[in-house]
Structures are given as C-alpha cells and as structure tokens.
C-alpha cells in the first residue's frame, strides 16, 4: 500500500486544519492507521490511531478533545481533524499503516511522506 499524507499549511493559534492520508494499491480498511509527526530537532511522535474492523481510535494525551481520526473507506482514506491547534503542534505529520490492523499492538509497515502543519500568529 502507497500512503500519501496532505492538507497541511500555516494556521493561526485556535485554528483547525484536516489532514487527509490517501491510500492506493490495496483497501485500508484492512490496516490500522496511525498519525505521527515530527518537530525540528526533536524526535518522531506518535499522535494517534484507528482500527481496522472495530474502528477503535486512539489519540496521545496532548491532542484529546483538540483531534479526531477518523477513516471514509468509499475514499480509502483516512482524515486527522485538528482543531483548536497551538504552536506545539507544529510538526510534519506523516500517515503509517500497519498491516495486523490493531492500534495497540501496531508496528507499522507502511509509511507515507509528510504534510507540514504550521501554528504561528
């Protein structure tokens, strides 16, 4: 499967953005699909994830209540809405796919490449 992450862009503090992670040569409704970013000089970060099947999501501590996962299998792709965004967000986020389809135990075989978020007035 080929993963190609987009919609990012420069936005104000509070404001929202939505990400899309496009799938081709295979249904990701068979994957789990996690969101990762990564900020200047600091290390990858997990940000969150949806199941495949149950469509359980997980999301780490600093983006509850502010993000939402969520997957369109008609499109093969999977959305992060961010809303609320502030300058810590600002990062490149990339889109993974892990083939065992269950967010707690992926590892995660597929990555595509990234979309810059920007947070700043």
């Known amino acids: 499967v080929q993963l190609q992450a987009s919609g990012g862009g420069l936005v104000q503090p509070g404001g929202s953005l939505r990400l899309s992670c496009a799938a081709s040569?295979?249904?990701?409704?068979?994957?789990?699909i996690g969101w990762f970013r990564q900020a200047p000089e600091k290390g990858r970060e997990w940000v969150s994830c949806?199941?495949?099947?149950?469509?359980?999501?997980l999301y780490t501590d600093s983006v509850k209540g502010r993000f939402t996962i969520s997957g369109d299998n008609a499109k093969n792709t999977v959305y992060l809405q961010m809303n609320n965004l502030k300058a810590e967000d600002t990062a490149l986020y990339f889109c993974?796919?892990?083939?065992?389809?269950?967010?707690?135990?992926?590892?995660?075989?597929?990555w595509g490449q990234g979309t810059q978020v920007t947070v700043s007035s």
């Open positions: 993974a796919a892990d083939r065992g389809g269950e967010c707690a135990v992926a590892m995660y075989d597929y």
């Open positions: 040569g295979s249904t990701l409704d068979n994957y789990a």
């Open positions: 949806i199941s495949a099947g149950d469509g359980n999501k």
